[in-house]
């Protein structure tokens, strides 16, 4: 058995590193060196017995007993945490309003809910669903305790979360055989772009890289832009947490270089009060346990649903 003592820098290390996707930016994450992260990481490995983590093409990867450590490593965090708001509990009460994307509201906010009645029972949230302009505007004029979105000019903004962008193509398309299409790949492609959400971002990114493409229609509803893909309209671009388990006729590749939409925990000017701080972290908890879709997942047609549903 090792005598090394599992401390709880290494154990935020782990959870760093694996969330932000890398070394540097775990480290900037925990306000520590990169050389201490690799040394943290070093002894909780010696202290388990067994390597954590793989690096390959540039990310990090966790080994089987990996996912195993970090799970523990994440109910340890969240234990201490509970230990230490049990004090101030009693001020924790009353209604949050929080403001946030249609993708947070859908994928985290059930999550979220859950932890928020096993924590704080005296919580009430009040969600504001709605674009990220609209998140903006209401966390500008105070109407939102605090919002998530993908606009933070103006306001005080602090990282949330990193949404990878994938792309959405047709079952028969011609490029559906590889297993990750270049941003090269989609010139002169013809597009069903988003209206709002990631599509003001996909068109900058496209349009930064010198690629040229050919938007046939922009629309605002997710099942339309599913529905015109699966018909051959036309890809899209869209972050993960935008697209469901099971879209019929249709599948999804990672793009590279690798990108992504970035999301912001967002207030305005005065502090933001002990209940709203606790939704906060609960969104943030919610996030981290989040399964992200995975590239090797079987996407359902519409008569493979029913089947599998029956």
């Given at each position: 058995?090792?005598?090394?003592?599992?401390?709880?820098?290494?154990?935020?290390?782990?959870?760093?590193?694996?969330?932000?996707?890398?070394?540097?930016?775990?480290?900037?994450?925990?306000?520590?060196?990169?050389?201490?992260?690799?040394?943290?990481?070093?002894?909780?490995?010696?202290?388990?017995?067994?390597?954590?983590?793989?690096?390959?093409?540039?990310?990090?990867?966790?080994?089987?007993?990996?996912?195993?450590?970090?799970?523990?490593?994440?109910?340890?965090?969240?234990?201490?945490?509970?230990?230490?708001?049990?004090?101030?509990?009693?001020?924790?009460?009353?209604?949050?309003?929080?403001?946030?994307?249609?993708?947070?509201?859908?994928?985290?906010?059930?999550?979220?809910?859950?932890?928020?009645?096993?924590?704080?029972?005296?919580?009430?949230?009040?969600?504001?669903?709605?674009?990220?302009?609209?998140?903006?505007?209401?966390?500008?004029?105070?109407?939102?305790?605090?919002?998530?979105?993908?606009?933070?000019?103006?306001?005080?903004?602090?990282?949330?979360?990193?949404?990878?962008?994938?792309?959405?193509?047709?079952?028969?398309?011609?490029?559906?055989?590889?297993?990750?299409?270049?941003?090269?790949?989609?010139?002169?492609?013809?597009?069903?772009?988003?209206?709002?959400?990631?599509?003001?971002?996909?068109?900058?990114?496209?349009?930064?890289?010198?690629?040229?493409?050919?938007?046939?229609?922009?629309?605002?509803?997710?099942?339309?832009?599913?529905?015109?893909?699966?018909?051959?309209?036309?890809?899209?671009?869209?972050?993960?947490?935008?697209?469901?388990?099971?879209?019929?006729?249709?599948?999804?590749?990672?793009?590279?270089?690798?990108?992504?939409?970035?999301?912001?925990?967002?207030?305005?000017?005065?502090?933001?009060?002990?209940?709203?701080?606790?939704?906060?972290?609960?969104?943030?908890?919610?996030?981290?346990?989040?399964?992200?879709?995975?590239?090797?997942?079987?996407i359902l047609g519409p008569d493979a649903i029913s089947e599998t549903a029956a």
């Amino acid at each position: 058995m090792s005598k090394i003592h599992i401390n709880l820098t290494m154990l935020r290390a782990l959870i760093a590193i694996v969330e932000e996707r890398g070394f540097s930016r775990g480290a900037d994450r925990i306000g520590v060196s990169q050389s201490a992260v690799s040394h943290a990481i070093r002894g909780l490995e010696l202290a388990v017995g067994s390597p954590l983590i793989e690096r390959q093409r540039g990310n990090v990867e966790l080994t089987t007993i990996g996912v195993k450590v970090i799970e523990e490593a994440r109910n340890v965090l969240q234990a201490i945490e509970r230990l230490r708001k049990l004090g101030h509990d009693k001020n924790v009460c009353g209604t949050v309003r929080a403001g946030i994307v249609a993708s947070i509201s859908s994928r985290i906010a059930p999550a979220a809910l859950r932890d928020l009645r096993r924590n704080f029972p005296d919580i009430r949230l009040d969600i504001w669903e709605g674009t990220d302009q609209e998140v903006h505007e209401w966390v500008k004029n105070d109407l939102i305790d605090f919002g998530i979105g993908g606009v933070s000019d103006h306001l005080h903004a602090e990282h949330f979360m990193e949404d990878k962008l994938r792309l959405l193509l047709p079952e028969e398309h011609v490029l559906i055989a590889q297993e990750a299409i270049s941003l090269a790949d989609l010139q002169g492609a013809r597009f069903v772009m988003p209206a709002i959400g990631c599509g003001p971002h996909a068109d900058a990114i496209l349009k930064s890289s010198g690629i040229d493409i050919d938007v046939i229609v922009r629309v605002r509803e997710k099942e339309t832009l599913f529905s015109m893909v699966r018909s051959g309209v036309g890809v899209a671009i869209l972050p993960e947490l935008v697209l469901p388990t099971a879209v019929g006729g249709c599948a999804s590749r990672p793009l590279t270089p690798s990108l992504s939409r970035m999301l912001y925990l967002l207030r305005g000017d005065a502090d933001i009060k002990p209940s709203a701080a606790e939704v906060a972290e609960a969104f943030r908890r919610a996030c981290s346990s989040f399964a992200f879709y995975s590239p090797e997942e079987t996407i359902l047609g519409p008569d493979a649903i029913s089947e599998t549903a029956a």
